[in-house]
């Protein structure tokens, strides 16, 4: 589909269609443009085919710097101000009465730079259309000017020229200054995804010293070393808002029992009333030896035969056998709408 105004847009569906309609473009002036992340580097590379020669006429590249501070959305963004710069140097007053095409690997980019709508990288966006806006008195015609969506790895010389730019590019590599657009002769600022995230890395460390100094760590670890439990979201997001109660109160060594709720007063006697051969209600019992769980125990079974209850908390921690040791608990039907039984109620 083309639409545009200076400039039409082309994305299409498949790989093979914009292979193809590539190919069949008559277009006087191609631009291949690229953003690389590359080797902890990000550039942006533009390369100038003209009168369908297979050699370029030109190329320009620019190092946006270190892939920390800047995203491959930026080197985009940066390939189509150095395509827009290309044309101002080799197309002159034949925009749009020549055909001229862009192409870019990077759907989004071509949404964004028409659209215009508030987002990343807007500013550089910005340059792209303050660069081009001289064409406008120019007879302007957007099915002569347009920018084209081609897909990565497409074997299409341009685009492979263009890949291996941007990558030299992202190591380091930019065309001296002088031939570039005045907005890339300085260093880019920070991008702001880069900012929000170098922010959270700052918190994260800052957090990680405070803990490290709290009485609570210590405490924390005895109970559980996995905390802060940075995988707990993909562990909990299919249970259910009772099986994750439940999980919690394992993982911090608050199941009520009867041996850990008679230690606190809460229960007559510490044994276990469902098989009531004298035991001790224990985790342990609970898991590995009470008769009365026989049944539920056999999905259980595969799991502690892999690993014995000192590993219990690594265990928890895996998603899957988390879930099967919850399912057993909850089978066991020691609570109820997520809160403790009565300690003396009889199963
Ligand atoms: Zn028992």
Same mark, same amino acid.
């Given at each position: 589909?083309?639409?545009g105004?200076? =400039?039409?847009?082309?994305?299409?569906?498949?790989?093979?269609?914009?292979?193809?309609? *590539?190919?069949?473009?008559?277009?006087?002036?191609?631009? =291949?443009?690229?953003?690389?992340?590359?080797?902890?580097?990000?550039?942006?590379?533009?390369?100038?085919?003209?009168?369908g020669s297979?050699?370029?006429?030109?190329?320009? /590249?620019?190092?946006?710097?270190?892939?920390?501070?800047?995203?491959?959305?930026?080197?985009?963004?940066?390939?189509?101000? !150095?395509?827009?710069?290309?044309?101002?140097?080799y197309? @002159?007053?034949?925009?749009?009465t020549?055909?001229?095409?862009?192409?870019?690997?990077?759907?989004?980019?071509?949404?964004?730079?028409?659209?215009?709508?508030?987002?990343p990288?807007?500013?550089?966006?910005?340059?792209f259309?303050?660069?081009?806006?001289?064409?406008?008195?120019?007879?302007n015609?957007?099915?002569?000017f347009?920018?084209?969506?081609?897909?990565?790895?497409?074997q299409?010389?341009?685009?492979?020229?263009?890949?291996? *730019?941007?990558?030299?590019?992202a190591?380091?590599?930019?065309?001296?200054?002088? =031939?570039?657009?005045?907005?890339?002769q300085?260093p880019l600022p920070?991008g @702001?995804?880069?900012?929000?995230?170098?922010?959270?890395?700052?918190?994260t460390?800052?957090?990680?010293?405070?803990?490290?100094?709290?009485? %609570?760590?210590?405490?924390?670890?005895?109970i559980?070393?996995?905390?802060?439990?940075?995988k707990f979201? /993909?562990?909990?997001?299919?249970l259910?808002r009772?099986?994750?109660?439940?999980?919690?109160q394992?993982?911090?060594g608050h199941l009520?029992l009867?041996?850990?709720?008679?230690?606190?007063? $809460?229960?007559? !006697?510490?044994?276990?009333?469902?098989? $009531?051969?004298?035991?001790?209600?224990?985790? *342990?019992?609970? $898991?590995?030896?009470?008769?009365?769980?026989?049944?539920?125990?056999?999905?259980?079974? /595969?799991?502690? %035969?892999e690993?014995?209850l000192?590993?219990?908390s690594t265990?928890?921690?895996d998603?899957?056998?988390a879930?099967?040791?919850?399912?057993?608990?909850?089978?066991?039907?020691?609570w109820?709408?997520g809160?403790m039984?009565?300690?003396?109620?009889?199963?």
């Amino acid at each position: 589909m083309t639409k545009g105004r200076i =400039f039409g847009t082309t994305i299409h569906s498949t790989r093979e269609e914009s292979i193809e309609a *590539e190919s069949n473009d008559m277009s006087t002036t191609k631009i =291949f443009t690229d953003g690389s992340g590359f080797e902890g580097g990000a550039g942006a590379a533009a390369v100038i085919y003209q009168n369908g020669s297979p050699t370029p006429t030109s190329s320009l /590249k620019y190092h946006l710097g270190k892939l920390k501070d800047h995203s491959t959305y930026e080197g985009e963004a940066v390939g189509l101000i !150095l395509a827009a710069w290309l044309i101002r140097l080799y197309c @002159k007053n034949k925009i749009g009465t020549e055909g001229i095409s862009i192409y870019t690997d990077c759907q989004s980019v071509i949404d964004s730079v028409y659209d215009m709508k508030p987002g990343p990288s807007q500013y550089l966006l910005n340059e792209f259309h303050a660069l081009i806006a001289s064409f406008t008195n120019l007879g302007n015609n957007p099915s002569k000017f347009t920018i084209n969506w081609i897909s990565v790895h497409s074997q299409v010389n341009g685009n492979e020229q263009v890949d291996k *730019e941007a990558k030299e590019a992202a190591q380091g590599i930019s065309t001296p200054k002088i =031939f570039l657009p005045p907005l890339l002769q300085c260093p880019l600022p920070t991008g @702001k995804s880069a900012l929000l995230q170098q922010a959270k890395e700052t918190r994260t460390v800052k957090w990680r010293a405070l803990w490290e100094t709290s009485p %609570r760590n210590k405490r924390m670890k005895k109970i559980d070393k996995d905390f802060p439990y940075t995988k707990f979201g /993909k562990l909990t997001n299919k249970l259910m808002r009772k099986q994750t109660s439940i999980l919690i109160q394992m993982r911090t060594g608050h199941l009520p029992l009867n041996d850990y709720l008679y230690k606190r007063k $809460l229960a007559q !006697l510490p044994n276990c009333n469902a098989c $009531l051969g004298g035991h001790k209600e224990t985790l *342990e019992h609970l $898991l590995k030896e009470c008769i009365a769980y026989k049944e539920q125990r056999k999905n259980l079974r /595969k799991v502690l %035969r892999e690993r014995s209850l000192a590993d219990f908390s690594t265990m928890l921690s895996d998603p899957k056998r988390a879930r099967l040791i919850v399912k057993f608990v909850e089978g066991t039907k020691h609570w109820t709408n997520g809160y403790m039984r009565n300690p003396d109620q009889q199963i």
